[in-house]
Nanobody
Framework: VQLQASGGGLVQAGGSLRLSCAAS????????TAWFRQAPGKEREFVSA????????YYKESVKGRFTISRDSAKNTVYLQMNSLKPEDTAVYYC???????????????????WGQGTLVTVSS
């Protein structure tokens, strides 16, 4: 499975972006998928996750109500809709997939088998 993240860019505070994580490989449809982000000088942190069916989602507290994760199995793609963006959301965003699909240890980078290359989101004040 290969993951390709896209959709990043420069946006003003209060604006919106939609990130996409496109995957190769049919098996991706059964994987739990997450978004992480890494700001300059900081560790990579969990942002959101979605299970294989799209029926369960989980968010970092600071993005609840602003970000929405979703997936389109027909397109083998997971999305992260980001609204009301803040300067502190500035980071490189990565998508990651877990073939085991369990809902445990979502926040741990070690859980995930596959990673995309990252897409830069810059929010200006």
């Amino acid at each position: 499975v290969q993951l390709q993240a896209s959709g990043g860019g420069l946006v003003q505070a209060g604006g919106s972006l939609r990130l996409s994580c496109a995957a190769s490989g049919r098996s991706f449809r059964r994987y739990l998928t997450a978004w992480f982000r890494q700001a300059p000088g900081k560790e990579r942190e969990f942002v959101s996750a979605i299970n294989w069916s799209g029926g369960s989602t989980y968010y970092k507290e600071s993005v609840k109500g602003r970000f929405t994760i979703s997936r389109d199995s027909a397109k083998n793609t997971v999305y992260l809709q980001m609204n009301s963006l803040k300067p502190e959301d500035t980071a490189v965003y990565y998508c990651a997939a877990d073939s085991a699909g369990s809902w445990s240890q979502l926040l741990s980078t070690e859980k995930y088998d596959y990673w995309g290359q990252g897409t830069l989101v810059t929010v200006s004040s």
